[in-house]
């Protein structure tokens, strides 16, 4: 079946670092790639998402790449904020049945100390 | 202009005592999703509705159960919760031919 192994956490940065979570999926398809964000407390929002090979997925200052060749989905962002503390989940959606699932991966907690 | 809404954002019930959530969308979306998070956890598909099929997830607990009255309305029954239901309970809605799922906020549950 579909999975999705994402960079463990916490990862703890200073403001304005680069930062980088991996994500690798597998799939029998061709599904569709995802970052939702949460918030403390909060509902998982849509970050990003790419749905064919090569796309590239950017919003807010992130983006990650679909890379079919080595079935990876990669968040990275140039300069991160305080405000960008929050649990990243990586996701894909699978193109079969009658209605999309998403596979999630564990879970990346991200600090970022001012 | 909220899209996918939950009622209440926490919950407090009691062991063993029947409590009901509730998802409303303003998205028109044919599909509705449950899922249950808890801490530290992805969340976990406990069912959805393709219009008006529901669809189990196999190892969903059958003290879940879940009803959608009309497209905009979903909710999640917990028959008799037990310490092991506290959780965060998210809502999730995506169109017929859509793959992006839009999720709710949450309804926090505590089970005392």
Wanted: hydrophobic share 30%.
């Amino acid at each position: 079946g579909d999975s999705v192994t994402q960079m463990e956490g916490p990862v703890t940065l200073s403001e304005e670092a680069f930062l980088t979570i991996n994500c690798t999926y597998t799939a029998t398809g061709y599904p569709s790639l995802f970052w939702y964000v949460q918030y403390p407390g909060e509902g998982l929002q849509l970050l990003l998402k790419a749905t064919k090979a090569d796309d590239k997925g950017s919003n807010k200052g992130f983006e990650a790449t679909y890379r079919k060749e080595t079935t990876s989905f990669h968040l990275e962002k140039g300069s991160v904020q305080v405000s960008d503390s929050a649990v990243y989940f990586c996701a894909l959606s699978d193109d079969s049945g009658s209605a999309r699932q998403l596979t999630f991966g564990s879970g990346t907690q991200l600090t970022v100390l001012p | 202009d909220a899209m996918v809404i939950q009622n209440p954002r926490y919950q407090v019930t009691q062991f063993g005592k029947p409590v009901t959530l509730s998802c409303s969308q303003t998205l028109n979306h044919n599909v509705m999703y449950w899922y249950q998070q808890k801490s530290s956890q992805a969340p976990k598909l406990l069912f959805h509705y393709y219009d008006k099929d529901f669809n189990n997830e196999a190892d969903t607990p059958d003290n879940f159960q879940s009803r959608r009255p009309n497209t905009s309305f979903c909710f999640l029954d917990i028959r008799s919760p037990g310490l092991g239901d506290a959780a965060m309970y998210l809502c999730a809605t995506t169109p017929y031919s859509g793959d992006t799922q839009y999720f709710g906020p949450g309804t926090r549950l505590t089970v005392l």
